[in-house]
């Protein structure tokens, strides 16, 4: 019952200013506060709905798309295509998901919530902790969305079965949280949101394009095999097809964690010496 | 703590911009310093240097006696921040914009729950609080931000340009509310490029411009020293106003200029008055309106500066109401 009888007064006087002050901040309430953030961006996504429809519209269509027009022509059969590019279309998407924390922290950034947050005793990592954080669950989300989709048309697990499927997902997260640098870095330095889709467009869709996602790589010509060969893109999508189909899995989820890691190492600092140069 | 903020030199610059150049401020607790500036006079630098978000290049500030720069954590625990870049989420609602900052400042659901209701009927948000920011008003929106700038109750307050593109009756009503707060016992540094805020809630005035503190000192006392007194004469007929502003001109010794049938000039010596009566009844000239003024704290500006405090800005709130919004 405290505070029903409180005087109006109460509602904006300040604290003692000589109260006592804590120096500095532990890791826990950091990870408490990066937790409170990261609930912040779901509430978001509660109150705006349409952004999830944003994020599955183009996933749905792609499968649809290149399953039914292009799946016949590529593999001889509509099923088996589906089979093959399944996993490729889910690493793609995930690429294209780690864009809304971009978008987000551009956001924060231009209309002045980031501000309002660091003048917050909190811990300085906090705010884009929560972000990417938060972007694991739209991750999540748009994992099974694709793979839902391509289970009612008609796509089936392979031997790894379900154990396989999780490794799979685990893979996909660890090279999502990796490549969300990325997106954090253009976030901030795009001048407004909608840039951060163009770079989306112009640099995630060729980077998906040129990777043995949706044909193999056999018929094109030797130099752009080559890069086939080497995308990040590629060999994870090698890694989630022998995951959730059965075949070859150690080289390609090494080779995928390994770039997921120079991806980090490469793009963390970076962002962070650019955000805290900026904000 | 003689001083609740206290800054000594601040100077900062972006790339070939000098955005401060040593800025001295002092704030007595309990009162509320008005800086006062135009349009990129580094007012907003100003604050953003004590409210921690920005490194000075040179000198020294401290907030309740703790360094911003080595003791930043201390002073963020102090301070409450709202203004023109200081922001709440406009796609949370008002409720949920106080909750996330008392989950951030360590209070239990609970408690962040019931002091966002407690905030939100003291700023008349009471029925709006279970909606999206992005459908409230200009001035909910401003009272929602002085409201999560008080959640932790802050001693400190930072305002950066609180009523800016407000229209006159929200200002008002943002006024009553900063007083109170100030009654309640909150030190306040408060920005504007209104004066008439500035006059209003001020103890104090630092005027800046270019990065640099040009006059301070009580609104009354800065308008006193610049001993600035208007002189304004009205005819009673019209065909008289040249008449009138030769005269005017030459016994003030100043340039005066017609507005509406109304001629004013600046006046050093109050004891002009008498002759221009004089004058003016040796040429027979009815006079309707007379009268020997304060200054403004415009004109004030206007002496300062050498051009007037909103040049280059979109003016004064009235004419932001009327432009479709």
Not at chain 1, 261 to 270: H, S
Not at chain 2, 194 to 221: C, F, K, M, N, Q
Not at chain 2, 281 to 307: C, H, I, M, P, Q
Request: neutral net charge.
């Amino acid at each position: 019952m405290s505070g029903i009888g409180d005087d109006a007064r109460s509602a904006v006087a300040p604290a003692a200013a000589d109260r006592e002050l804590a120096p500095r901040l532990g890791l826990f309430q950091g990870i408490r506060q990066t937790m409170t953030l990261a609930w912040r961006t779901v509430v978001q996504v509660r109150h705006n709905p349409a952004e999830l429809t944003d994020f599955s519209i183009q996933p749905i269509m792609f499968v649809l798309l290149f399953t039914y027009v292009f799946g016949g022509a590529i593999a001889g059969s509509v099923k088996e295509y589906l089979t093959f590019m399944l996993p490729g279309m889910i690493v793609m998407n995930m690429l294209f998901v780690t864009l809304y924390v971009g978008q987000g922290l551009n956001t924060d950034v231009n209309k002045g919530v980031f501000d309002r947050l660091r003048s917050l005793p909190i811990a300085r990592w906090a705010p884009l902790a929560g972000r990417i954080a938060a972007d694991q669950v739209k991750q999540a989300w748009s994992i099974v969305l694709v793979l839902a989709v391509g289970v009612i048309l008609g796509f089936r697990l392979g031997d790894p079965g379900v154990p396989g499927l999780l490794g799979a997902v685990l893979l996909l997260l660890a090279f999502a949280l990796a490549f969300s640098w990325v997106a954090v870095l253009v976030g901030l330095l795009a001048k407004d949101a909608e840039r951060v889709q163009i770079f989306g467009f112009t640099a995630l869709f060729p980077l998906t394009f040129v990777s043995n996602v949706f044909v193999p790589a056999d018929t094109m010509p030797g130099w752009l095999q080559a890069f086939v060969d080497v995308n990040p893109v590629s060999v994870l999508a090698e890694a989630c097809r022998g995951l959730m189909l059965g075949g070859e899995v150690a080289a390609p989820a090494a080779k995928s964690l390994a770039w997921a890691a120079a991806i980090a190492a490469v793009f963390a600092p970076l962002s962070v010496w650019v955000f805290k140069r900026k904000v | 703590m003689s001083h609740a903020i206290l800054a000594e030199g601040l100077s900062k610059r972006f790339g070939a911009t000098t955005a401060l150049a040593g800025v001295d401020l002092e704030v007595p607790p309990g009162t509320v310093l008005g800086l006062l500036g135009p349009n990129g006079a580094g007012k907003t630098t100003v604050v953003r240097v004590l409210a921690t978000l920005l490194r000075p290049d040179a000198g020294r500030a401290t907030v309740g006696g703790h360094d911003v720069r080595r003791d930043a954590h201390r002073v963020r625990q102090l301070i409450g921040l709202t203004g023109q870049y200081a922001s709440v989420d406009e796609q949370l609602t008002g409720t949920e914009n106080l909750l996330l900052i008392g989950r951030l400042l360590g209070m239990s659901r609970r408690d962040a729950r019931h002091r966002a209701r407690e905030l939100l009927e003291r700023f008349g948000l009471a029925a709006a609080g279970g909606r999206a920011v992005g459908t409230f008003s200009g001035g909910m929106r401003r009272r929602l931000d002085l409201a999560a700038s008080l959640v932790g109750r802050p001693p400190v307050l930072f305002l950066d340009e609180p009523t800016t593109g407000l229209d006159p009756r929200a200002r008002t009503e943002l006024w009553d509310l900063i007083r109170r707060l100030v009654a309640d016992g909150a030190t306040v540094l408060l920005t504007t490029q209104y004066l008439d805020e500035a006059d209003e809630l001020a103890d104090r005035l630092v005027v800046i411009d270019r990065g640099e503190v040009i006059a301070s000192g009580a609104p009354e006392e800065l308008k006193a020293r610049m001993g600035a007194r208007t002189l304004a004469v009205r005819p009673m007929e019209a065909d008289r106003v040249p008449l009138v502003r030769t005269v005017v001109t030459e016994l003030t010794g100043s340039e005066a200029t017609e507005k509406s049938g109304l001629v004013t000039a600046r006046v050093a010596d109050p004891a002009v008055l008498p002759a221009v009566v004089r004058r003016l009844d040796d040429a027979g000239v009815l006079v309707t309106e007379l009268a020997l003024r304060g200054s403004s704290l415009n004109e004030v500006f206007l002496t300062l500066t050498g051009r007037p405090a909103d040049a280059g800005t979109s003016g004064d709130p009235a004419d932001q109401e009327a432009a479709p919004a």
